[in-house]
């Protein structure tokens, strides 16, 4: 397999890759929709260094000498909005919705069923999902594969509720208590996710070649990755969420960015499933803007939704990421985005 090996960084100005033709003045959604805008930035221009043994890469960063090591590659599809893989329990596949938002991943009961997983009657899971609470003995789990990395997973959380219609025909959901394990590059453009060793490497740059801006103010815990927002210029902090189909926002973030009571009366609805048992109707609302890293979306549509306060002020969903190569560290925290050479859309709703 041939390895693309980062190169030492360069730092240039915006306005000097545009004139290059490394970075787009406008990434614009298809069909019309609001566009999105880079504002100024500072990107990383990757150029080679020197490849590892067993193909890893060091890299810049905090700690000296850190080095990521090349696990496995993972194919990963798009269905619907939303990015499957494919997992392997005791032997059988399982179809999972890869969820950063998910603090624990999760088969179906039908899944359950399928796969002949016997239930853990002493440990049990209460989930939380939009549209109300769940609860069920767990699963027992002999073999959990991932890609060529077989991992220690002993048990895992049983959802009693289907997850049908836009999340096509899931076995469950892959969450952070699975992802955080690893380094994680994440390319929905090309459908795969290749994962790496040392997650907790603090990088200066992303190990792949080509421009990429480093998001300022991720944090991290309690198996969640935040990132800054900003509805109506009103600051906030979202969970990266490859679960929800759209970003959404808090009621909260909502309200401190000045809706009013009579702007929610007035709004329209929309029907949310998540993985809960029932459905939520859930208010729309047009804000000015939506600001997530350097990236400026202007009159935007966003779900208002009922979320606890661990989630934060919204969630960043796969419209967002379904058009990025993206690197994704929970345990550093970190998380870098490609920046195309051609003109890309960022999401459109």
């Avoid at 399982?94 to 998910?102: E, P, S």
């Avoid at 991932?146 to 009693?160: D, F, Q, S, Y």
């Amino acid at each position: 397999m041939t390895h693309i090996l980062p190169r030492c960084a360069t730092w240039f100005a915006p306005h000097r890759l545009v004139r290059q033709g490394l970075l787009p003045r406008g990434l614009l959604p298809r069909g019309g929709g609001h566009a999105w805008v880079v504002l100024g930035m500072v990107v990383a221009l990757l150029g080679g260094c020197t490849a590892l043994p067993n193909g890893g890469y060091r890299v810049g960063g905090t700690r000296t000498g850190c080095t990521l090591s090349r696990l496995a590659v993972v194919p990963v599809s798009s269905q619907g909005g939303l990015l499957f893989v494919t997992v392997r329990i005791d032997g059988k596949p399982a179809h999972l919705v890869l969820d950063t938002g998910a603090q624990r991943s999760l088969l179906t009961e039908a899944a359950v069923r399928r796969l002949g997983l016997p239930s853990d009657p002493g440990h049990g899971t209460r989930t939380w999902g939009i549209g109300g609470p769940s609860s069920a003995p767990d699963a027992v789990v002999r073999r959990f594969t991932l890609g060529r990395v077989a991992l220690n997973l002993p048990r895992i959380t049983v959802g009693r509720f289907q997850l049908a219609g836009l999340h096509g025909t899931a076995d469950g959901m892959l969450g952070a208590d699975v992802l955080r394990l690893f380094g994680i590059d994440l390319d929905a453009t090309t459908g795969r996710m290749v994962l790496y060793r040392n997650p907790a490497c603090r990088l200066g740059r992303p190990p792949w070649a080509g421009p990429a801006v480093d998001i300022p103010g991720v944090t991290g815990g309690s198996n969640r990755l935040r990132l800054p927002i900003a509805v109506n210029g009103v600051g906030g902090m979202a969970t990266l969420d490859t679960g929800a189909q759209t970003t959404a926002v808090s009621l909260r973030l909502a309200l401190r960015a000045g809706v009013t009571a009579s702007s929610l009366a007035g709004d329209r609805y929309a029907v949310a499933r998540g993985a809960a048992p029932h459905p939520v109707r859930v208010r729309l609302q047009r804000f000015r803007s939506l600001q997530v890293g350097p990236w400026l979306a202007r009159d935007p549509v966003l779900p208002i939704l009922p979320l606890p306060a661990g989630v934060g002020d919204g969630l960043v969903g796969e419209d967002f990421l379904l058009h990025r190569r993206v690197w994704l560290s929970f345990a550093a925290p970190q998380m870098f985005v490609a920046v195309p050479n051609a003109r890309t859309p960022l999401a459109s709703r």
